[in-house]
């Protein structure tokens, strides 16, 4: 294991942002925010992703820094609902630079928290 991260968001939070376009183009990819506000319940699906994204650079050891960048990082659902993460650009090349494998992630929600961990390998 290279390391382990875990954050916790409160939903209604996102109630206001998810109408920020600025906020959501920095945070987000396209595939998520088109994913996310299709759904019912958007807010809690933002949420969520923002956990996880949140949980993976803890995971990374470095925060925000050293080349992680929110709109690198996506969170997807195969087609069981398993979620998943994929990388680009410069958070990507820092991952494989590190020689690091795997990233497993859990996400979990409720009424008024989302929540994530992951763990890289």
């Known amino acids: 294991m ?4 875990i954050d916790l ?3 209604k939070r996102f109630d206001r942002l998810k109408t920020n376009e600025h906020f959501l183009e920095r945070v987000f ?3 998520e925010i088109d994913y996310c506000l299709k759904r019912k319940s958007s807010s809690q699906c933002l949420a969520v992703r ?5 949980a993976f650079a803890k995971a990374m050891g470095t925060g925000f820094t050293n080349g992680i960048h929110f709109d690198e990082i996506e969170i997807v659902n195969n087609d069981l609902g398993k979620p998943d993460i994929r990388l680009y650009g410069s958070t990507k090349e820092r991952f ?3 020689d690091l494998k795997k ?9 008024n928290y989302a929540a ?4 890289v390998e």
């Open 29 to 31: 990819t396209k595939v």
């Open 103 to 111: 990233i497993n992630i859990s996400l979990s929600h409720e009424k």
């Open 50 to 54: 923002f956990a996880a994204k949140e």
């Open 116 to 119: 994530a961990v992951v763990i």
């Open 9 to 11: 968001c409160e939903i």
């Open 2 to 5: 290279f390391g382990m991260g």
């Open 96 to 98: 494989d630079k590190l």
